[in-house]
T-cell receptor
Framework: DAKTTQPPSMDCAEGRAANLPCNHS???????VYWYRQIHSQGPQYIIH???NNETNEMASLIITEDRKSSTLILPHATLRDTAVYYC????????????FGTGTRLQVTL | GAVVSQHPSRVICKSGTSVKIECRSL??????MFWYRQFPKQSLMLMAT?????????EQGVEKDKFLINHASLTLSTLTVTSAHPEDSSFYIC?????????????FGPGTRLLVL
């Protein structure tokens, strides 16, 4: 699986949009971009994923650049409960396909 | 989204004993489940891939005789830590894959915190 690069930490004021970047310059054509987050002492939570088109769901939006070498996860109105470590992972399709977790971005949402 | 449960949520055991952790997919069937381990202030590390009806596939450096995995049904995988030692104390997390056709997504359980005394 391609390696991803994320900033180690970010801060965001509550109510503001949180934009979390991820670089995946060696991504292959058949690899998807997945985002998960892990709140302290809990299992990771799936947020969103995409292949090449921008995606939006009730939790977040995923913007993937046209060359697919980077992406941005957007939490439109961050709350204190969004404080977590966010992981950007690239992965090929398939039920047996593994997820390889990097160090992620620790997002701290403040009042 | 799909729900994955784990039991127990935390366990304390004496050194040398064995501990079994259950992972269940509650509202979907999963031919493949995964087991991860997470030490404090570190990221998740994949231990093994659990395949329904066949042997698990272990990652390099993970002792298959120490971490026994059984995936007897499409909704249940178990991880048994045999002869546990203090260095096995960790946060163990399972996941199960739902969906198909390029939309496969892994959903994670809440984790099991193991403390070996």
């Amino acid at each position: 699986d391609a390696k991803t690069t994320q900033p180690p930490s970010m801060d965001c004021a509550e109510g503001r949009a949180a934009n979390l970047p991820c670089n995946h310059s060696t991504i292959s054509g058949n690899e998807y971009v997945y985002w998960y987050r892990q709140i302290h002492s809990q299992g990771p939570q799936y947020i969103i994923h995409g292949l090449k088109n921008n995606e939006t769901n009730e939790m977040a939006s995923l913007i993937i650049t046209e060359d697919r070498k980077s992406s941005t996860l957007i939490l439109p109105h961050a709350t204190l409960r969004d404080t977590a470590v966010y992981y950007c992972i690239v992965r090929v399709a398939g039920t047996a396909s593994k997820l390889t977790f990097g160090t992620g971005t620790r997002l701290q949402v403040t009042l | 989204g799909a729900v994955v449960s784990q039991h127990p949520s935390r366990v304390i055991c004496k050194s040398g004993t064995s501990v079994k952790i259950e992972c269940r997919s509650l509202d979907f069937q999963a031919t493949t489940m995964f087991w991860y381990r997470q030490f404090p202030k570190q990221s998740l590390m994949l231990m093994a891939t659990s395949n329904e009806g066949s042997k698990a596939t272990y990652e390099q450096g993970v002792e298959k005789d120490k971490f026994l995995i059984n995936h007897a049904s499409l909704t249940l995988s178990t991880l048994t830590v045999t002869s546990a030692h203090p260095e096995d104390s960790s946060f163990y997390i399972c996941s199960a894959t739902s969906g198909g056709g390029g939309q496969e997504t892994q959903y994670f359980g809440p984790g099991t915190r193991l403390l070996v005394l």
